[in-house]
C-alpha cells in the first residue's frame, strides 16, 4: 500500500475519500510516538532536500523523524530537557532544533553532532520559541511565563533584548518582518522585526474567551498581512493587519460537535491553527478530535477530518504543502479524570495539496 503513493505526488491519497472512511487507517502513522502529549509539531525548512518532523512532548523528549516519499517514518533520534516540552522550532538552515522547556531553558539541538547547548533562560517555563531570519540579523525569539519575550543572539548567555508582556505568553507565530504574540487576559501584540524588533501594536479581536492559538497569514505576494487567532470557545478570528473594509475582519465557528435532533452543541478549544504553505488556505484543530480545511477567502470549509478518539494538540504543514502532521493526545480539558492511559498518542501524516486547495481552484 505504502509503495503505491507518494507524500509528495498531487493527489490525495486513496483517491476519492468519502467521508466516513477512516483517515487514521488511510493516513501515515509516525513510527516510535511520544509516550506523553503530544506539545509541538514542526516539519523541516526548505533548505533542506529530505522531509523531517520533530515532535516535542511532554515525557520531556523531543524526537526527530525523517519521513520518506513513501510515508515511511525513520526515527532518527532524540534529546530531552529537565522538564515537559511545550515548543520546538527549526533554524532557518536547518542544522539545530530549538527546544522550549518548564524547566525555563531554552536548549540548541545541533543535529549533526547530536549534541544540545543551552541558549536562554527563564524566570518561569518557556511557552514559545521561534528563529527569527532577517537580512540584517538572526536570533532566537522565546515567549515564557515570566512575562517576558526575549531575542537572544546565541552567542551569549544575556538576551540581546528583552521585552516585558502585559501578562503571560500563551502562544506566538513569526513570519519575518511580523511577529504575534498572545498572552493571558486575551492580549495580542504585534510586533514588526525589520531593524530591531519593536512593539508595532496591541489589537483586540472579536473572540469573547481566551485566545489559546495564533499563526500569520500571507498575501499572494507572500508577505505577511494579518493573522488567525483561536480560542478556547471553538471559534477562530481572522484578522488583517491594514483591513481593507469593516467585513474584511470576521471570525467562524470551528471544533463543535452538534447534538442529536440539533438540540445543542458541544464546544471544544482550537488548539492549533497552520496556513497551507502555497494555497494559503487554513487548518484547524482541537478538542472535539477533529481536524478542518477552511478557504478564507471563500469563507467556506473544505474538508472535515472524522472524529478521531482523542483530541488534536498539534497540526502543520511541511514546507512544499504536501504534508499535513497532526498529532493525537489527550490535551487534558477534561482534567485527570478522564485521563485514559490506554489510549496512546499518535501522530499521522496526511497527503493534503488537493484537500487544501481554494474553493475556486478545486476543478481547476
Known sequence: MFQQTTLGANTSFGGTRTQAASNVVKDFEVVSPPEDSVSSL???????????????????YVRCWEVEQ???TIPKSMQNCDGPVLDVCWTDDGTKVMMASCDKQVKCWDLASNQTIQVAQHDAPVKTCHWIKSPTYSCLMTGSWDKTLKFWDMRSANPIMTITLPERCY?????????????AGKQLII????????????????????????AIMRDKKSSPTGYAVGSVEGRVAIQYINAQGPKDNFTFKCQRITGPNNQYQEIYAVNDIAFHPLHNTVATCGSDGTYNFWDKDARTKLKSSEQFDQPITRCCFNHNGQIFAY??????HKGHEFYNPQKKNGIFLHPCYEDTKPRNLTTS
Open 171 to 183: 502562544g506566538a507565530a513569526v513570519d519575518y518582518p511580523m511577529a504575534v504574540v498572545i498572552t
Open 42 to 60: 514542526e516539519f523541516s525548512p526548505a533548505a533542506l532536500q529530505q522531509n523531517f518532523l520533530v515532535a516535542g512532548s511532554w515525557d520531556n
Open 191 to 214: 510586533y514588526q522585526l525589520e531593524g530591531k524588533p519593536q512593539e508595532f501594536r496591541r489589537a483586540e479581536t472579536n473572540l469573547k474567551h481566551q485566545h489559546r492559538c495564533v
Open 327 to 332: 498529532a493525537l493526545s489527550y490535551d487534558w
Open 70 to 72: 513513501t510515508g515511511k
